[in-house]
């Protein structure tokens, strides 16, 4: 760390302290009055304002100025220390206005533009820099002359007046003959189930004799005449129905599906099973989940409460405000206390759980402060108690 060093401010004769050398004022603001004080005055030789000039710039340049706008208005024509003279007269090469070009630029060009935009305009074809000319062909088809640019002369080995010239020559190629008169390498044949010619190449052919002229039209030939024994790759197997939509589908025995290959129906089997539920499920840890996330998580009891809303209309029994927050008239833990349930037994008092007549439709906050008077062990008495109560302005 560098040592301070004490100074005075030669602007306000302040004592003060720094750590960098030669050191005149105490702050920048000092600073800026110290140099004010040595600057010499001026004007702007562009508009006039006055201005204080640092004398090393007073005695470099003859002109000085107010700030770069007015320098930039000042240091044109005959004012720039590039000045040769004044400009040349010409005329735009599109638009034939006239214009003002400098000496070099007349000299290095023959053309000569107003903008950037009648530049761009003007040099198209014919008057582009890089323009090479053009290249006059035949049409390989029917032999009208046609203009092209080099590039596709170079490019393309043929070469045809327009798409339907292209066409017909190409067709007339894959029925077997060159126009020379010679054999083409594409052969012509009948496609094995629609019957249609189509043209094709002879290492493109397989061994067992058939041929095709679209892959659509083999699938459909093999869904007729690949089945069971006439397939090579036939396993044995039955028919069999889903047990969702009820459709046929082909069954082999190394699978023993039930269901058809729809996603759709293959869903809802494995809901229906609970085939990945419980001791199915690869994550299974031996069924820890609380018995109250695994009952509100339940099908059956998402659609009670959608039953629910619907019979309240969506509205608070207690107030008649739209709300969507069910209630239990009577709880779980009166439920299990009064029919002695227990998690094992569940099954057998399913009905009273999932019991429509046990749960009504109240607003949120409602519903916490119900719960906050009168706790989680409930019943049907003190539901009529708090809407008589909360009626009557008692929790407002």
Known sequence: MRKLLDYICIVCDKEFKSSSLNVKTCSRGRLSRYRERNRIKSECNFCGEEIFVPPSRFNKYDKHYCDI???????????????????????????????????????????????????????????SHSYKGKVAINCDYCGKEKIIFPSQYEKYKRHFCDGVCRGKQI????????????????????????????????????????????????????KIYYQKDN??????????????????????PSRNHKVCGNR??????????????????????????????????????????????????YKSVISNKSGFLHHHIASYNFLFREYGMTENNIDEFGN???????????LDQEHYKFHSVYGWDNNTQQLEQFKKDYLGGMYD
């Open 264 to 313: 759709a129906c293959l869903s809802e089997y494995v809901i229906k099973h609970k085939i990945f539920a419980g001791e199915n499920n690869s994550n299974w840890k031996g069924g820890i989940t609380p018995f109250k996330i695994a009952v509100r998580s339940c099908a059956k009891y998402n659609a009670v409460r959608e039953m629910c809303f619907e019979r309240d209309g």
């Open 352 to 362: 009273i759980l999932f019991d429509l007549e046990n749960v009504i439709t109240m």
């Open 171 to 222: 067709s007339i190629e894959r029925k077997g003959f060159l126009p020379n008169g010679t054999k083409s390498k594409i052969i012509l044949l009948n496609c094995t189930f629609c019957g249609d010619f189509f043209c094709t190449r002879p290492h493109l052919l397989n061994d067992s004799g058939r041929k095709f002229c679209y892959s659509s039209c083999e699938s459909s030939w093999r």
């Open 231 to 252: 397939n090579p790759n036939f396993r044995g197997g039955e028919v069999r129905f889903c047990e969702i939509c009820g459709d046929e589908f082909w069954n082999i």
């Open 69 to 127: 706008e007015c320098r930039k208005k000042g240091l044109v024509g005959e004012n720039s220390g590039t000045w040769e003279g004044g400009g040349i007269k010409v005329n735009c090469s599109c638009c034939n206005k006239e214009i003002f070009v400098g000496k070099n630029k007349f000299i290095k060009n023959e053309r000569f533009f107003c903008d950037l935009a009648c530049r761009d305009k003007f040099c198209i074809g014919e008057n």
